[in-house]
C-alpha cells in the first residue's frame, strides 16, 4: 500500500485522500475535502482545466441562484448546502480532469484499504458490546445481530450502504 502511494503524484495523491474521506468520520471528510477543494482552486494551471468542460459554468450559477435563495429565506442550513455543492461539484471537475484508467484502480485499491479499518472498528465495537453488556451468547445467532453498529458513520444505514458499495468494488477487482 505505501509503496504504491509514495510513487504517486500530488494529483493522484489528492485523489486518493478523496477516496480515503469517505471511510473517515464525516466532520473529518468535510474539512479535509474543503482543503482538497481549496487547494485545487488555488493552483493555477487546473482553474483553466476544470471550467472548460461543458456545462461547468451553470453549476456556479445555480449555486449562486440557491444560495441567494436561502439567504432571502434566511435558511443557514440551505446557505451551506448550497455552497458544499458547489465545492463537491469543484471536487467532480477535478477528479475528472486528472482521472486515468490506472488512477482509477489505485483509487478502488486505496477504497477497499480503507474499508479493512473500517470493517475493524465495527469487530472491536461488536467485541466491546459483548464484554460490556456480558451478553456472549447467542439464539441462533439472534443476539448477536440485535445492536447496531455505527463504525465511523451517523448512521448504521449509510454503514450498510458503504459495505455494499465496497463489495460490489471488490467483485469488479
Request: proline share 2%.
Amino acid at each position: 500500500f505505501l509503496k504504491t502511494h509514495f510513487d504517486l503524484s500530488r494529483d493522484e495523491n489528492i485523489v486518493c485522500l478523496a477516496a480515503v474521506c469517505v471511510f473517515l468520520p464525516y466532520y473529518i471528510s468535510a474539512v479535509l475535502l474543503t482543503v482538497i477543494v481549496g487547494y485545487v482552486l488555488i493552483k493555477k494551471n487546473i482553474k483553466e482545466e476544470i471550467f472548460c468542460h461543458t456545462g461547468s459554468l451553470l453549476i456556479p450559477i445555480f449555486c449562486s441562484i440557491t444560495f441567494i435563495v436561502a439567504t432571502c429565506y434566511k435558511n443557514y442550513f440551505g446557505m451551506m448546502v448550497s455552497v458544499i455543492v458547489l465545492l463537491i461539484f469543484v471536487l467532480g471537475f477535478y477528479i475528472r480532469t486528472v482521472m486515468t484508467g490506472e488512477l482509477f484502480e489505485k483509487a478502488l485499491s486505496t477504497l477497499c484499504n480503507a474499508s479493512v479499518v473500517a470493517s475493524a472498528v465495527i469487530i472491536i465495537e461488536k467485541i466491546i458490546h459483548i464484554i460490556v453488556f456480558k451478553n456472549p451468547t447467542h439464539r441462533c445467532f439472534g443476539d448477536l445481530f440485535r445492536s447496531k453498529f455505527l463504525s465511523f458513520y451517523f448512521n448504521p444505514n449509510y454503514l450498510a450502504s458503504m459495505m455494499a458499495a465496497i463489495v460490489i468494488i471488490c467483485a469488479y477487482k
